[in-house]
């Protein structure tokens, strides 16, 4: 199906270039890797299960100490700013175009899907209106803005545009639940990605706003410009990641996110606990949009370009697929979901495996993932609390979904 396609003097040659690759033989052995894997799941899933949380559990035997634990933090640190310095220009822009950015969006999604339950299906929106933002303040786009700001200042300005679109969306349709609150937030990522289209007068139509200028920063006599490198956007990004983790983190053990716990696991009896389940919902989408905000504005000014095809519905789903894979309502997992799953395909690009296509790739993740849902459907990382709900599901106590909310008692 996704093979090279016939010509006119021999009609047949797509089915003999894709009957005889080595990718088929490749997909028949993900096929029978993936029944071996259904049908040994009974006899082998619970010793599979058991090695993996001992595995992943390592840290949390190994790090009791809130001292030992920020002395590691502090060398994973050290070892995202020293380690770009020895790659080639290649993989700095895979860095982050590919997994930085992403990273800070599966963060703001965790948020809204992880922390709160709710499944938004047009997350990328909030990425394109930080990106149409700073292309409006920096002048870019057919309609100017009353002051021109470079796009390093216009950074605040994105991201309140973000959280404000998440406080209109949230607003009138937060009421709603389940499947017809992912089609709605379907329906909204549609509605920004057709408006960017057909808008010409106003955002540039499909063919996109060029021109974006690149970060500058000139301040008390300091004075910076990003240029074309990639370090110092990913720096920036570097920067800006370890803030959001902080602040969510922060967060997550606060009062707001103990609120969206509750909602998660139980909406009606957070409600009647006296929870403003309204207003808890509208701030896990302005929140969680703000990322994705400043995702767009890096992006918009690093490459100077963007057009409507850039926030496709796709993309939201993709991103939701990092959150799952890497473990819904755990921040490590995010980042290693993003992480480990946009630089895979980079690398079999650069070092194909059976003949690995990119036109192929969503294969091996949908195959990745099944194997995933089966013998871990937590994630790599998940958070204690949601491994704990997906525990007691799988012993017929409480419900957990797909979104990460239990019904049912909790003993």
């Known amino acids: 199906m996704t093979g090279p396609e016939g010509t006119?003097?021999?009609?047949?040659?797509?089915?003999?270039?894709?009957?005889?690759?080595?990718?088929?033989?490749?997909?028949?052995?993900?096929?029978?890797?993936l029944w071996l894997a259904v049908s040994g799941r009974r006899r082998y899933a619970a010793r599979v299960r058991a090695l993996s949380d001992r595995v992943t559990s390592l840290p949390r035997r190994l790090l009791p100490d809130a001292r030992v634990r920020a002395g590691v933090y502090l060398a994973v640190l050290g070892f995202a700013i020293a380690y770009p310095l020895a790659l080639n220009s290649y993989w700095q822009e895979v860095l982050v175009d590919q997994?930085?950015?992403?990273?800070?969006?599966?963060?703001?999604?965790?948020?809204?899907?992880?922390?709160?339950?709710?499944?938004?299906?047009?997350?990328?929106?909030?990425?394109?209106?930080?990106?149409?933002?700073?292309?409006?303040?920096?002048?870019?786009?057919?309609?100017?803005?009353?002051f021109h700001l470079d796009p390093f200042y216009a950074i605040p300005l994105a991201i309140v545009a973000a959280m404000l679109a998440g406080v209109l969306l949230g607003t009138p349709t937060l009421r709603l639940r389940g499947d017809y609150l992912a089609i709605v937030?379907?329906?909204?990522?549609?509605?920004?990605?057709?408006?960017?289209?057909?808008?010409?007068?106003?955002?540039?139509?499909?063919?996109?706003?060029?021109?974006?200028p690149h970060f500058k920063f000139e301040l008390f006599g300091v004075h910076y410009a990003w240029g074309l490198s990639n370090l110092p956007y990913y720096y920036l990004l570097l920067g800006f990641v370890v803030l959001v983790l902080f602040a969510f983190r922060s967060l997550e053990h606060s009062r707001v996110g103990r609120a969206w716990v509750a909602i998660r696991e139980d909406e009606v009896a957070a409600e009647s606990a006296g929870i403003n389940v309204l207003k808890y919902k509208v701030m896990a989408f302005a929140i969680g949009a703000s990322t994705s905000g400043f995702a767009g504005v890096l992006e918009?000014?690093?490459?100077?370009?963007?057009?409507?095809?850039?926030?496709?519905?796709?993309?939201?789903?993709?991103?939701?697929?990092?959150?799952?894979?890497?473990?819904?309502g755990s921040l490590p997992g995010a980042v290693v979901g993003a992480a480990v799953l946009q630089w895979l395909p980079q690398y079999l690009r650069v070092h194909p495996l059976l003949g690995f296509q990119?036109?192929?790739?969503?294969?091996?993740?949908?195959?990745?993932?099944?194997?995933?849902?089966?013998?871990?459907?937590?994630?790599?990382?998940?958070s204690r609390r949601r491994e704990r709900e997906i525990g007691l599901a799988e012993h017929g106590i409480g419900r957990a979904d797909a979104v990460g909310g239990t019904s049912g008692p909790i003993a």
């Open 8 to 33: 006119v003097g021999d009609a047949l040659s797509g089915v003999h270039g894709s009957l005889l690759h080595p990718r088929v033989f490749g997909f028949i052995g993900f096929g029978l890797a």
């Open 99 to 146: 997994i930085g950015v992403y990273v800070l969006l599966a963060l703001g999604l965790n948020v809204v899907v992880g922390f709160a339950g709710l499944l938004d299906l047009g997350y990328i929106a909030f990425y394109a209106i930080g990106a149409y933002s700073v292309a409006y303040w920096s002048g870019s786009l057919p309609v100017h803005p009353p």
């Open 185 to 212: 937030t379907l329906g909204f990522g549609e509605i920004i990605q057709i408006a960017a289209t057909n808008m010409q007068g106003i955002t540039g139509g499909a063919p996109g706003v060029v021109g974006i």
């Open 300 to 328: 918009g000014s690093k490459i100077s370009y963007i057009e409507p095809a850039d926030f496709t519905v796709q993309l939201s789903i993709l991103i939701l697929v990092l959150v799952i894979f890497g473990g819904m």
């Open 358 to 382: 990119q036109q192929d790739l969503y294969l091996y993740l949908g195959a990745l993932l099944i194997v995933m849902m089966i013998f871990r459907p937590e994630g790599i990382l998940p």
